[in-house]
């Protein structure tokens, strides 16, 4: 239930920052990931002083997790308020399962498999879709002094979608590696947000 509830607050933050339209997503991204951030360091705070020496022995990794944990929502709410909710979620959501693969793949040298690219390629073309939509509504109002703004608006806000993407893979790879050196989740998830946030 618990995990329902989570699901259905995280889902609707795009939603729900836009009806703060004027409160900058700066604002925004940092207050919610400042608070989810302390939140998440104290509910872990016990595995975190417990696996404190191999969180310290791997602080690069650390350091690495919490820079993108704190680029993350700055880049998610601002690509929303740029390019819209529709666009700005599904090219930040959209981008994440692709930049861990290329994420894991240079880092780790893991193959892509034909699976795989069989399935980025149809996402991408899907939020390629969308964004092409977007823009060429735009350009049907190109006589509007206002389009112009629009359109940089809408290609700044999925540049910061992509950069959100990249954000999230990052993050996710680095806790992933240090769970696996055997640090609790816990313990990684609170650090890792505690100083992200």
């Known amino acids: 239930m618990f995990v329902l509830a989570a699901s259905v607050l995280w889902g609707t933050t795009g939603t729900a920052a836009t009806f703060a339209p004027d409160v900058s997503p700066l604002a925004i991204g940092a207050a919610a990931m400042g608070f989810g951030g302390l939140l998440q360091a104290a509910i872990a705070a016990r595995p975190m002083l417990a696996f404190s020496p191999s969180l310290r022995g791997n602080w690069p990794?650390?350091?690495?997790?919490?820079?993108?944990?704190?680029?993350?929502?700055?880049?998610?709410?601002?690509?929303?308020?740029?390019?819209?909710?529709?666009?700005?979620?599904?090219?930040?959501?959209?981008?994440?399962?692709?930049?861990?693969?290329?994420?894991?793949?240079?880092?780790?040298?893991?193959?892509?498999?034909?699976?795989?690219?069989?399935?980025?390629?149809?996402?991408?073309?899907?939020?390629?879709?969308?964004?092409?939509?977007?823009?060429?509504?735009?350009?049907?109002?190109?006589?509007?002094?206002?389009?112009?703004?629009?359109?940089?608006?809408?290609?700044?806000?999925?540049?910061?979608?992509?950069?959100?993407?990249l954000t999230y893979a990052v993050y996710s790879w680095a806790a992933h590696r240090l769970i696996n050196t055997g640090i609790p989740s816990r313990a990684v998830m609170g650090t890792v947000f505690g100083i992200g946030g």
């Not at 149809?122 to 006589?143: F, Q």
């Open 61 to 165: 990794t650390v350091a690495l997790g919490s820079l993108a944990v704190a680029l993350y929502p700055l880049a998610f709410y601002s690509s929303m308020h740029l390019a819209g909710v529709a666009v700005g979620t599904v090219v930040s959501i959209g981008s994440a399962p692709l930049a861990s693969a290329v994420v894991e793949r240079v880092v780790d040298k893991r193959p892509f498999t034909r699976r795989w690219t069989v399935g980025a390629v149809l996402g991408v073309s899907g939020a390629v879709l969308l964004c092409l939509a977007e823009g060429l509504a735009e350009a049907g109002n190109a006589g509007d002094p206002a389009a112009t703004g629009s359109a940089w608006e809408t290609s700044a806000g999925i540049g910061l979608g992509l950069l959100a993407g």
